[in-house]
C-alpha cells in the first residue's frame, strides 16, 4: 500500500507544480507583454522627439541663411582711393 501511496502523492506533487509552472509561465508573459508595449511607446516617442528636433535645426539653419542674406544685402563698401587719403577729400563713393 506504501507504494501505492507514493505513486498517489508523487502525481499530486507533480500536478501542483506543473500548476504553479504554468501560473509562472502566465505572469512571465504578462510581463514580457507589458514590456513589449512600453518599449514600443518609448521607440514611438524618441522617433517623435527625433523629429522634432530635426524640424528644429531645419529652422535653426533656415534662420541663419536668412539672416546672412539680410547681412549680405544691407552690407556696403566704402571705396577710398590713395589720392583721395594723401589729399585728405572727405568724398566717398558708396556702393
Do not use: C, P, Y
Not at 507504494?3 to 509562472?24: C, H, M, P, R
Not at 541663419?64 to 556696403?76: I, Q, T
Amino acid at each position: 500500500m506504501t507504494d501505492k501511496n507514493d505513486v498517489e502523492e508523487n502525481a499530486e506533487q507533480t500536478l501542483i507544480t506543473l500548476e504553479q509552472l504554468s501560473q509562472t509561465l502566465e505572469v512571465m508573459t504578462h510581463v514580457v507583454d507589458r514590456l513589449k508595449q512600453h518599449m514600443t511607446r518609448q521607440m514611438s516617442l524618441n522617433a517623435e522627439l527625433f523629429q522634432d528636433e530635426e524640424k528644429l535645426r531645419q529652422a535653426e539653419a533656415e534662420e541663419r541663411a536668412e539672416a546672412s542674406k539680410k547681412l549680405k544685402e544691407k552690407s556696403f563698401v566704402v571705396e577710398i582711393t590713395q589720392q583721395e587719403l594723401d589729399e585728405g577729400s572727405d568724398t566717398k563713393t558708396v556702393h
